[in-house]
């Protein structure tokens, strides 16, 4: 999993008010939390804090607050609901040994048998929760679908990761193989052209 290192300032005063004002500087308030510690205010600017937000991808964050660094990751971020700005960021410490729970993306790989029979590939889940020690969490999760026929699925109680504990319903359909409206009108067509040959030659 990669690393990246983020800088931001120590926060002292908390509420509206004075987060609005950090806003109007390009600030976005956050907290660190977790692992029985204090928590630690900060506000980081929305500029470094895109590194992480706007991306599908994770990272080990090591947090530098004016010199002291956390190791962390985002746990959860806040935004406005029409312009979409980041209102407020939580980060949560870990430590390499405790296991850390966390959202993984998910990456289909291989070209799906009912793609290739004319259905279409449903990707039904974006991201996974997964448990696992730090040095074993994955930058993404690699599902292969090339098994995966017409009216087949692909479920979480299917999936094997070693060193990884994944935190969903075992029931939980990841992917799935549909049979496309065009297949369905081109094979109805299809019927109907063989019925109608058939016909020809039986009143022949």
């Known amino acids: 999993m990669k690393t990246i290192t983020l800088k931001a300032t120590k926060r002292v005063e908390t509420g509206k008010k004075h987060n609005k004002i950090l806003r109007k500087e390009g ?3 956050g907290v660190l939390y977790g692992n ?6 900060f506000a980081i600017s929305v500029k470094e804090l895109k590194n992480v937000i706007f ?44 296991p850390v729970k966390m959202f993984i993306p998910v990456t289909l790989t291989g070209f799906a048998k009912g793609v290739q029979a004319g259905g279409h590939l449903y990707q039904m889940k974006h991201y996974i929760n997964i448990k696992a020690s ?9 599902i292969d679908v090339t098994n995966l026929t017409i009216g087949k699925s692909l479920q979480i109680k299917e ?32 019927s109907d052209e063989e019925d109608e040959t058939t016909e020809e030659k039986t009143e022949e």
Do not use: W
Not at 75 to 93: E, G, I, S, W
Not at 134 to 142: T, V
Not at 166 to 177: F, K, Q, R, T, W
């Open 27 to 29: 600030l976005v308030p």
């Open 36 to 41: 029985e510690k204090e928590n630690v205010l």
């Open 55 to 98: 991306t599908n991808k994770v990272y080990i964050i090591n947090l530098d607050v004016e010199g002291e660094v956390y190791t962390c990751i985002k746990k959860d971020a806040q935004f406005h609901p029409v312009k979409d700005n980041t209102l407020h960021v939580d980060f949560l410490r870990v430590s390499e040994d405790k």
């Open 134 to 142: 730090l040095e074993n969490i994955p930058d993404q999760l690699e």
């Open 159 to 190: 999936m094997k990761h070693e060193n990884i504990e994944i935190l969903e319903p075992a029931s939980d359909v990841v992917a799935m193989v549909k049979l496309t409206r065009a297949a369905m009108s081109k094979a109805d067509s299809e």
